[in-house]
């Protein structure tokens, strides 16, 4: 199987950074797309970024220009930079990987277990 395991999260004050990462580990054979959702209280989750395995990427119009999402290929691990952070930004964030667990095998997503972050003064 496979584990997304995410650090990171906390608290910020309006205008802070943080970073998020998000390793996978497990039966990995590839790694396709790559995301990150957010979800605030009493809201759907919504996509944030994804990054390509070919490293396009793609945001969601409240956060460009302030986030900036990457990826480490030899360490199947996702990265989201956290700029200029606004109280709207408080959510959970959770990481996705789309994962190929074998040459014949198509891909499966994965989720991870969420990091909380708050943007409060």
């Known amino acids: 199987q496979v584990q997304l395991v995410e650090s990171g999260g906390g608290l910020v004050q309006p205008g802070g950074s943080l970073r998020l990462s998000c390793a996978a580990s497990?039966?990995?054979?590839?790694?396709?797309?790559m995301s990150w959702y957010r979800q605030a209280p009493g809201k759907e989750r919504e996509l944030v970024a994804t990054v390509t395995s070919g490293s396009s990427t793609n945001y969601a119009d409240s956060v460009k220009g302030r986030f900036t999402i990457s990826r480490d290929n030899g360490k199947n691990t996702v990265y989201l930079q956290m700029n200029s952070l606004k109280p709207e930004d408080t959510a959970v964030y959770y990481c996705?990987?789309?994962?190929?667990?074998?040459?014949?095998?198509?891909?499966?997503?994965?989720w991870g277990q969420g990091t909380q972050v708050t943007v409060s003064s």
């Open positions: 497990g039966s990995i054979f590839r790694i396709n797309d």
């Open positions: 996705k990987a789309a994962v190929r667990m074998g040459f014949y095998m198509n891909s499966q997503d994965y």
